[in-house]
């Protein structure tokens, strides 16, 4: 009944693996139909539920429930699809597993339906994308985002973008064919004034991208400071756990521990390295180093000080905080001065880890970066990925170098950075991504999906 992209049917359990009170099984391919009528389903009409008894090969019942139909085109994948829902029991889906693949289906690779939905144009990938962010959300912020990603929220402000710089193509290559004269006598400061419109819409698109990003992916903050200072102890107070090991003598932590934990929704990776401390053993310059190359994948560096010398830890840790995108200064251990530190700056944070004083101080201010200054669940908010943030990053260069050809009236260079800017905006939804790079993607979809 469909356009298919394979040819072959593939099938599913949709409902993931625990146990529950209905399992679902989800089958996609132009065999659907058949496969559903041999287990024994009525005759099916579209977007009906029939309850149905599911028999294996000997006329056994294997369950009963609800079988639907939903022929290509007007279906998640596009191509016909059928889906069985019986008793949520593992060993049950998985015999009817069993019995669609005895029938003729191939069992689904993981992401193959999306896959199969943006192949036939029922989604782009962004918000193929967008699925396997909204299953795995861990909380009602990020979901909403992945939701509204999926309806295409996402999609249409890279679209938006994407037809200004068609606009300008269209103009730039027009005004090539008069080579000879000099663009502003060709309607130039009409393309300067489209140019700056494209940047401003994307500039904004970037920093709405960036927030999108960290809501699923969570503040990747790196904890820094001298040995002693207490980085442990505040990874533990943050954490609620004894996970990272405190002990009192100087350099213990040698190697980096991970751990990822939720405040208010924001989440938050702690990498505790190993006390920074120029010289050292090898070791010791080992965790130096892999501090470094945290630092420069960080948002943010938590920086930990021991208030009673902090400016041995800065000169301590050299310039490895400034590898990260933002510093937060932790004056830690301030139980131990005669007088609570006043008046620091808004970057700075006095507090004891010991006793857990300033640490909501800590969390607000953990809250505040992670919302980059926007309300909370704004309006139009959505999910991103890094792929898509760095996508929109080589758009901006692109953008910026046709500019700069503009300014020099070299219009076949500009035309070609402007077809470049395009392109990178195309990967983002899918138009002008690699065949390898969509394997990458969807293959990290769970099964059903
Ligand atoms: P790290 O090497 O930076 O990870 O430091 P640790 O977390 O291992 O702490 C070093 C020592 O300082 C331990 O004995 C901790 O108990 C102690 N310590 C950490 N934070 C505080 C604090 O806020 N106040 C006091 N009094 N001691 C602290
Ligand atoms: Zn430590």
């Known amino acids: 009944m469909s356009e298919i992209s394979t040819g072959q049917t593939i099938v599913a359990i949709a409902s993931g693996a625990a146990a529950g009170g209905v399992g679902m099984l989800r089958v996609s391919g132009p065999q659907s139909l058949r496969i559903a009528v041999a287990l024994g389903c009525p005759q099916l009409k579209p977007r009906h539920a029939h309850y149905a008894k599911f028999r294996d090969a000997a006329g056994e019942v294997i369950d009963d429930g609800m079988a639907l139909y939903f022929p290509g085109p007007r279906s998640f994948t596009g191509e016909d699809v059928v889906e069985l829902q019986g008793h949520g029991s593992p060993v049950v889906l998985r015999q009817l597993l069993a019995r669609c693949i005895e029938l003729g289906a191939r069992q689904a690779r993981a992401g193959e339906f999306s896959e199969r939905a943006f192949l036939n144009g029922k989604l782009d990938l962004a918000q193929a994308e967008a699925i396997a962010d909204l299953i795995a959300a861990g909380d009602v912020r990020a979901a909403r985002a992945a939701r509204r990603s999926l309806d295409g929220v996402f999609s249409r402000r890279v679209e938006e973008v994407g037809e200004q710089l068609v606009r300008l193509r269209i103009h730039v290559e027009a005004a090539i064919d008069f080579a000879d004269e000099p663009l502003d ?24 991208a960036e927030r999108g990003r960290k809501l699923r992916d969570g503040l990747h903050a790196v904890l820094i400071g001298p040995p002693n200072a207490g980085k442990s102890s505040l990874l533990n107070a943050l954490a609620g756990s004894e996970r990272a090991i405190v002990t009192d003598i100087a350099g213990t932590t040698r190697d980096t521990l991970r751990e990822t934990i939720r405040i208010d929704g924001l989440e938050l990776e702690l990498v505790d390295t190993a006390g920074l401390r120029e010289g050292g053993d090898a070791i010791e310059r080992e965790g130096m180093r892999r501090a470094r190359a945290e630092m420069q994948r960080a948002d943010l560096a938590i920086v930990v000080l021991d ?4 400016q041995a830890g800065r000169a301590a840790i050299g310039d490895a905080a400034a590898q990260a995108a933002r510093q937060l200064w932790i004056y830690n251990k301030c139980d131990l001065l005669p007088q ?33 200054g926007a309300g909370e669940g704004m309006q139009g908010e959505f999910s991103a990925r890094l792929r898509h943030v760095e996508a929109l990053a080589l758009a901006s260069e692109h953008l910026d170098a046709a500019d700069g050809q503009l300014h020099y009236d070299q219009l076949e260079l500009a035309a070609e950075e402007l077809r470049l800017a395009h392109d990178a905006l195309g990967e983002i939804t899918g138009r002008m991504t690699a065949d390898d790079l969509l394997g990458r993607i969807f293959s990290s979809f769970c099964i059903g999906k």
């Open 307 to 310: 208030a009673r010398d902090p």
């Open 185 to 208: 006598t060709l309607g130039g400061a009409q393309v300067r004034a489209g140019i700056e419109q494209a940047k401003a819409l994307l500039a904004q698109l970037r920093i709405d």
């Open 340 to 372: 609570w530190p006043q008046n620091l700056d808004q970057d700075s944070i006095a507090l004891s880890a010991a006793n857990g004083e300033g640490l909501e101080q800590l969390h607000a201010r953990l809250r505040e970066i992670a919302n980059d």
